[in-house]
């Protein structure tokens, strides 16, 4: 009898580490799924602000479950793998949204690129700014983009004489009619 509660216990631990992880990136995972299945944002933003409690959590169920059992058990490795990735899922979207983190060999190869500064109303995430990213890569002509969660602003490098600003403003209202976006500076760079 004692035995069946302890395991009950010991698969809590791992559980528990999953769910804090989910929670901690909540404003982005699940957002990003909701976004694949074209549902749209779900509002699990408002988790933002309880983000670090939800690190802590995780941290502390790791830490428990490292120190319990080891980093020999292969369940341990893979719920700390999972765990991990979740938590620091933001902090990755929030690079491949700023274009840190692919590369874009084509804009190597132009000689002078329109750009276009953008600020966005109602960015409320990580995964709003992904489907922003996500619209405005998708149309033709547009070389780079690079959406910021924490300044609500994009800027948008396309191959000059293709778009206006109310094209650019247009891309991001068709993603969601909460968000405002207003081009707030165009100019052309040459590359030499």
Same mark, same amino acid.
């Given at each position: 009898?004692?035995?069946?509660?302890?395991?009950?216990?010991?698969?809590?631990?791992?559980?528990?580490?999953?769910?804090?992880?989910?929670?901690?990136?909540?404003?982005?995972?699940?957002?990003?799924?909701?976004?694949?299945?074209?549902?749209?944002?779900?509002?699990?933003?408002?988790?933002?602000?309880?983000?670090?409690?939800?690190?802590?959590?995780?941290?502390?169920?790791?830490?428990?479950?490292?120190?319990? %059992?080891?980093?020999?058990?292969?369940?341990?490795?893979?719920?700390?793998?999972?765990?991990?990735?979740?938590?620091?899922?933001?902090?990755?979207?929030?690079?491949?949204?700023?274009?840190?983190?692919?590369?874009?060999?084509?804009?190597?190869?132009?000689?002078?690129?329109?750009?276009?500064?953008?600020?966005?109303?109602?960015?409320?995430?990580?995964?709003?700014?992904?489907?922003?990213?996500?619209?405005?890569?998708?149309?033709?002509?547009?070389?780079?983009?690079?959406? %910021?969660?924490?300044?609500?602003?994009?800027?948008?490098?396309?191959?000059?004489?293709? %778009?206006?600003?109310?094209?650019?403003?247009?891309?991001?209202?068709?993603?969601?009619?909460?968000?405002?976006?207003?081009?707030?500076?165009? %100019?052309?760079?040459?590359?030499?």
């Amino acid at each position: 009898m004692q035995h069946k509660s302890s395991l009950l216990s010991d698969k809590s631990s791992y559980i528990w580490a999953i769910i804090t992880g989910l929670l901690s990136s909540s404003c982005c995972i699940i957002q990003l799924v909701l976004n694949i299945f074209s549902i749209g944002c779900a509002g699990f933003s408002i988790l933002t602000p309880y983000r670090p409690i939800f690190l802590s959590f995780t941290t502390i169920l790791i830490l428990y479950t490292i120190t319990k %059992y080891g980093l020999k058990s292969k369940r341990t490795l893979i719920i700390l793998l999972i765990s991990l990735s979740l938590s620091s899922s933001p902090e990755l979207i929030s690079l491949y949204n700023q274009g840190r983190i692919t590369s874009n060999s084509e804009k190597s190869l132009i000689k002078e690129i329109e750009i276009f500064v953008v600020q966005i109303e109602g960015i409320s995430c990580e995964g709003c700014a992904n489907r922003i990213k996500t619209q405005i890569d998708s149309k033709p002509f547009v070389i780079d983009s690079k959406v %910021y969660f924490n300044n609500q602003s994009a800027i948008v490098s396309v191959i000059p004489g293709n %778009y206006k600003s109310i094209d650019i403003e247009t891309w991001v209202k068709m993603v969601d009619f909460k968000y405002e976006a207003k081009v707030i500076q165009q %100019y052309i760079e040459s590359k030499y």
